[in-house]
């Protein structure tokens, strides 16, 4: 399978044995709480490793909603342990299938001996969550209340997420989706601690450029191995066909099909990204346009309007209601 190979086997509970079988008990150790979920004796037990707790819930005298804080205690212990087993697990999976499989320095071995149909447990329980991730997120639309006009955006990145990552996994391209959900993820990680630096001062915004250069560079390296793999590589293999029974979907429908829902995900990420960065610099732009300065000073008359005279019931007045001075006639 293109993996590193171990020349023996260390002693057991050796340094060397904890280095090379660390995720596989971590793993199985955190597989082990969640199956703990699944029976009613054990499930309020392991729930405590698994969702935050110490919440409190506040109401106000004008009868508004509650509002929900959380505070800290000696229960978050178990949180944090059991989060720190899924980040052993996630930074194993990296370290064994991005980091140690040259598949940079040799792109053959993202489709060489597909299909890929054995998972080993920590590629598969990171498929399992990322999956489980996104399908919870629906469900949380309607639980967290989100507001109408926010609930289409966040559909198309919640079903494009699940469709690309289901996809890998179930027709065996785990070694592709893990080269391209590793760099995507490292730019959104980006993103949100750029804007988690501008909410706390403004001027902080090298961060976005950083960002922006790193998002392109991710839409260009996804691509080029999506086009490597679907146009070139599958379509060479020796054992080309469909078998369900096999888990082999090297057909050229399923190839341009994947390679087009790719094409077309990144084209429309490039899309909004274009239109988001027009936007910024177009508010830049206007900013930097000096603003006129409007004076409240009143304007004087040049000249006296004369006195508009109306005429009542044969008499002469003026608008303001004072009579005229007649003037006397000069005899001739």
């Known amino acids: 399978m293109g993996l ?3 020349n ?37 037990y392991v729930i405590i490793f698994i969702t935050v707790q110490y919440n409190v819930t506040y109401t106000t005298d004008d009868k508004s909603e509650p509002i929900h804080f959380y505070e800290y205690g000696p229960k978050d212990i178990a949180t944090i342990f059991f989060y720190m087993l899924i980040a052993i697990i996630l930074h194993a999976v990296i370290q064994e299938y991005i980091l140690d499989e040259e598949f940079m320095t040799n792109p053959t071995l993202l489709w060489k001996d597909y299909p890929h149909s054995r998972m080993f447990f920590q590629v598969k329980f990171f498929y399992v969550c990322q999956i489980a991730y996104w399908l919870h997120a629906l469900p949380e639309l309607y639980l967290q209340k989100i507001r109408k ?32 959900l590793v760099p995507h993820y490292l730019v959104e990680l980006i993103f949100h601690a750029s804007r988690l630096f ?52 090297n057909v050229l429908t399923v190839r341009m099909s994947c390679l087009a829902a790719i094409c077309l995900t990144q084209a ?49 007045k003026l608008e303001d209601g004072a009579s005229p001075r007649t003037r006397k006639s000069k005899a001739l």
Not at 150 to 179: E, F, K, W
């Open 4 to 6: 590193r190979r171990k």
């Open 8 to 44: 023996k086997s260390p002693a057991v509970l050796s340094h060397e044995f904890v280095i090379q079988n660390h995720a596989d008990a971590v793993s199985c150790l955190a597989m082990g709480l969640l199956l703990g979920l699944m029976f009613e004796v054990t499930a309020k």
């Open 149 to 180: 006009e926010d609930i289409p955006r966040q559909l198309y990145y919640i079903c494009l997420y699940t469709a690309h990552i289901s996809g890998a996994y179930v027709l065996n391209l785990q070694r592709l989706g893990l080269m391209l």
């Open 198 to 249: 501008y909410f706390s001062d403004e001027n902080k915004q090298k961060g976005f450029t950083l960002w922006a250069l790193l998002f392109v560079m991710a839409r260009l390296l996804t691509l080029t191995l999506s086009v490597l793999t679907f146009g070139f590589g599958l379509a060479r293999v020796q054992n080309p066909g469909f078998s369900i029974a096999d888990g082999n979907f």
């Open 268 to 316: 429309w990420m490039m899309w909004k990204f274009i239109n988001f960065q027009l936007k910024k610099w177009r508010e830049h732009i206007q900013n930097q346009i000096p603003k006129k300065k409007i004076t409240n000073t009143k304007s004087k008359p040049t000249k006296k309007e004369p006195n508009r005279v109306n005429f009542v019931n044969g008499a002469v």
